[in-house]
């Protein structure tokens, strides 16, 4: 758990006194990441190196899981976080698995157990430990560089991290996979994570929550839902830009958005039952499921059917189908793609779960009944 | 002779044909069998020159490369530049007048051509090592500090690797200069081949002056060939331009 008690910067410039960060307060939950968002030079950085004492504070106290770190020794307090660096600075005449061990190795670790914990760590990011561990840093690509760097901060299993634009030097392409991979490694490991960036989508993707500066003091901290929702003033406003409402669908699921309550039926049952069943007017689809609850077809347009024979003679394709694990986003770009106005949502098992129309999506979004 | 063959060998024959040919030259001319006259001297004054190179190079490198280290200080670094343009006076100054003036203080012999030497070859290791620490990309003393890293731990773990190439190589252009000034000892009494090389001149005795001359130039390659194998060896494969 991280805490910034009125945390302040001021620099001793040529003409004066230059104030980078002003008395920003936070807290960060353990296990959670939080994204210093912000443009250049609005203090995210230099917020970020007072927590390891890069740069000393001139007011203000940082606190790492209770305990103040201005009272301990910044050496020992900087081999007890994670760093990492947008160039990454894995140390050229290091191997792989020397620059993997050099936090083990400055806190006396036994050579043997330092090892196997960089081969384990190196397995942990899908570089194989026996081709891997003996090569020079300019002999790995960019993005298998970047992945040692941050495998090397998690070396001797810090608690906290402190990432300055650890994805910046990734060319875009393989950004959101690695951003991805990073992740699905901190479900697991539960870190507790500072991460500068100045790229919005990147923090809407990263962050549990995001603290917003301009020129040094903080705007606004809330996760990235509220955020988006309610833009606390005119400049978090124009940062977020003018589509934040679209920004909004990547960070809402399927899930909370889709109608459970849905009428369903099996191809053999008769037309019949449709009429009775029907209940939402406005969105008079049936969907049919076969014996284990995945969906097979939909018949729309329930007053057009005739009155009689299976439903399996008026059933249409199911489609779009979307996850209901999905974010909306990409929910949203199926039903444009297929130019339909609405899409079945399945589970992991391909069953059926609910529906989602035009109306859900606004609703969603909006917080407010849609007039569709 | 396929072409990638010749391409490998060549590099190792060129040298050997030029010596052999050399040789021959030396033998057909009967220079060869002079020269061998001088076998005892050539002995004798080779391992003083080696011992004054060993000496002057030696302490050059054990003050020159401290030197340099503290120059490329960020404390320093305000006073860096003025008092590398001092080194550069010394330079400047011409060697014999650097003799000469070592000679004014310290008296004749071994002692002031080891100090005119040390000088001498002081100047391009200070250089290299200077601005080899300068050169470490700056985001790797960022990424060691933020890791934990005490000053020191920075300097030798880091900083000091990554310039060791330059500094060495600027070792390797020193002692090249070292070896070819140190014939000069001799005009102060300090022995070495500079012995067979002047009296030669003297003389007007081509055989004494190739006595003197050729076991020189030898050296000089033997000290550049050795500590170039060192600079390969001693700096590893991830930041050695020469190793793959």
């Given at each position: 758990m991280i805490e910034l008690d009125r945390l302040t910067k001021?620099?001793?410039?040529?003409?004066?006194?230059?104030?980078?960060?002003?008395?920003?307060?936070?807290?960060?939950?353990?296990?959670?990441?939080?994204?210093?968002?912000?443009?250049?030079?609005?203090?995210?950085?230099?917020?970020?190196?007072?927590?390891?004492?890069?740069?000393?504070?001139?007011?203000?106290?940082?606190?790492?899981?209770?305990?103040?770190?201005?009272?301990?020794?910044?050496?020992?307090?900087?081999?007890?976080?994670?760093?990492?660096?947008?160039?990454?600075?894995?140390?050229?005449?290091?191997?792989?698995?020397?620059?993997?061990?050099?936090?083990?190795?400055?806190?006396?670790?036994?050579?043997?157990?330092?090892?196997a914990r960089a081969a384990e760590l190196l397995e942990m990011v899908g570089l194989a430990p026996d081709s891997f561990m003996d090569r020079f840093p300019n002999e790995l690509s960019g993005g298998q560089q970047q992945r040692v760097g941050v495998v090397r901060a998690l070396a001797a299993d810090p608690p906290v991290m402190l990432m300055d634009e650890p994805f910046g030097a990734i060319d875009p392409i393989n950004r959101a996979g690695i951003q991805d991979e990073f992740l699905r490694m901190q479900e697991r490991l539960k870190k507790t994570i500072i991460l500068v960036s100045h790229d919005l989508d990147e923090a809407i993707k990263m962050a549990d929550r995001i603290a917003i500066f301009r020129s040094g003091k903080l705007q606004q901290y809330a996760t990235p839902s509220d955020l988006l929702a309610e833009p606390a003033n005119e400049f978090v406003q124009d940062f977020l830009g003018s589509d934040r409402a679209l920004k909004r669908l990547s960070v809402i699921s399927v899930a909370s958005a889709?109608?459970?309550?849905?009428?369903?039926?099996?191809?053999?049952?008769?037309?019949?039952?449709?009429?009775?069943?029907?209940?939402?007017?406005?969105?008079?689809?049936?969907?049919?499921?076969?014996?284990?609850?995945?969906?097979?077809?939909?018949?729309?347009?329930?007053?057009?059917?005739?009155?009689?024979?299976?439903?399996?003679?008026?059933?249409?394709?199911?489609?779009?189908?979307?996850?209901?694990?999905?974010?909306?986003?990409?929910?949203?770009?199926?039903?444009?793609?297929?130019?339909?106005?609405?899409?079945?949502?399945?589970?992991?098992?391909?069953?059926?779960?609910?529906?989602?129309?035009?109306?859900?999506?606004?609703?969603?979004?909006?917080?407010?009944?849609?007039?569709? | 002779?396929?072409?990638?063959?010749?391409?490998?060998?060549?590099?190792?024959?060129?040298?050997?044909?030029?010596?052999?040919?050399?040789?021959?030259?030396?033998?057909?001319?009967?220079?060869?069998?002079?020269?061998?006259?001088?076998?005892?001297?050539?002995?004798?004054?080779?391992?003083?020159?080696?011992?004054?190179?060993?000496?002057?190079?030696?302490?050059?490198?054990?003050?020159?490369?401290?030197?340099?280290?503290?120059?490329?200080?960020?404390?320093?670094?305000?006073?860096?530049?003025?008092?590398?343009?001092?080194?550069?006076?010394?330079?400047?100054?011409?060697?014999?007048?650097?003799?000469?003036?070592?000679?004014?203080?310290?008296?004749?012999?071994?002692?002031?051509?080891?100090?005119?030497?040390?000088?001498?070859?002081?100047l391009p290791i200070v250089r290299n090592t200077y601005s080899g620490l300068r050169a470490v990309p700056s985001h790797l003393v960022e990424a060691a500090r933020g890791m934990g890293m005490t000053s020191w731990q920075v300097f030798w773990k880091v900083?000091?690797?990554?310039?060791?190439?330059?500094?060495?190589?600027?070792?390797r252009t020193a002692l090249a200069v070292c070896v070819g000034t140190a014939p000069l000892a001799f005009l102060i009494g300090a022995g070495g081949l500079g012995e067979l090389i002047f009296t030669g001149i003297a003389l007007n005795d081509i055989a004494m002056m190739l006595a003197g001359a050729i076991p020189t130039a030898v050296i000089a390659v033997l000290t550049d060939f050795v500590v170039g194998k060192i600079q390969y060896y001693a700096v590893p494969r991830g930041i050695n331009p020469v190793r793959s």
């Open positions: 001021i620099f001793e410039g040529p003409q004066g006194e230059v104030p980078a960060v002003c008395e920003v307060s936070l807290r960060v939950p353990a296990g959670e990441i939080c994204v210093f968002l912000g443009p250049s030079g609005c203090g995210k950085t230099t917020t970020l190196k007072m927590i390891n004492r890069l740069i000393e504070p001139t007011s203000g106290s940082v606190f790492l899981n209770g305990e103040d770190t201005g009272k301990v020794n910044p050496i020992t307090l900087r081999r007890s976080i994670g760093y990492v660096i947008q160039q990454i600075g894995l140390f050229p005449n290091k191997t792989v698995g020397e620059n993997i061990c050099v936090v083990p190795d400055l806190l006396g670790w036994d050579r043997r157990r330092a090892r889709m109608l459970r309550d849905v009428v369903t039926v099996s191809p053999e049952d008769p037309v019949a039952n449709l009429e009775a069943r029907s209940k939402h007017p406005g969105r008079e689809v049936a969907v049919c499921l076969d014996d284990a609850g995945r969906p097979i077809g939909m018949v729309k347009d329930l007053q057009l059917v005739p009155s009689e024979g299976p439903v399996k003679a008026h059933m249409q394709a199911a489609e779009p189908v979307v996850q209901a694990g999905d974010d909306l986003r990409t929910a949203v770009s199926s039903m444009l793609a297929q130019g339909t106005s609405l899409a079945i949502c399945a589970d992991e098992a391909g069953r059926f779960v609910g529906l989602l129309t035009w109306r859900e999506v606004v609703a969603a979004v909006s917080g407010r009944e849609a007039s569709i | 002779m396929s072409r990638g063959l010749w391409e490998r060998l060549s590099p190792r024959l060129l040298p050997i044909a030029v010596v052999l040919a050399i040789a021959i030259w030396l033998i057909e001319s009967g220079l060869a069998s002079d020269l061998l006259w001088f076998q005892e001297d050539i002995i004798y004054l080779g391992w003083q020159h080696l011992a004054l190179v060993a000496w002057g190079g030696g302490l050059a490198i054990l003050t020159a490369v401290p030197a340099g280290a503290l120059l490329s200080r960020p404390a320093l670094r305000r006073w860096s530049e003025l008092l590398l343009q001092v080194f550069n006076l010394g330079s400047t100054i011409p060697t014999l007048a650097i003799l000469a003036l070592s000679m004014t203080f310290l008296g004749i012999g071994t002692l002031p051509a080891v100090f005119g030497l040390w000088a001498i070859t002081l900083e000091l690797p990554n310039a060791l190439f330059v500094i060495i190589g600027g070792i």
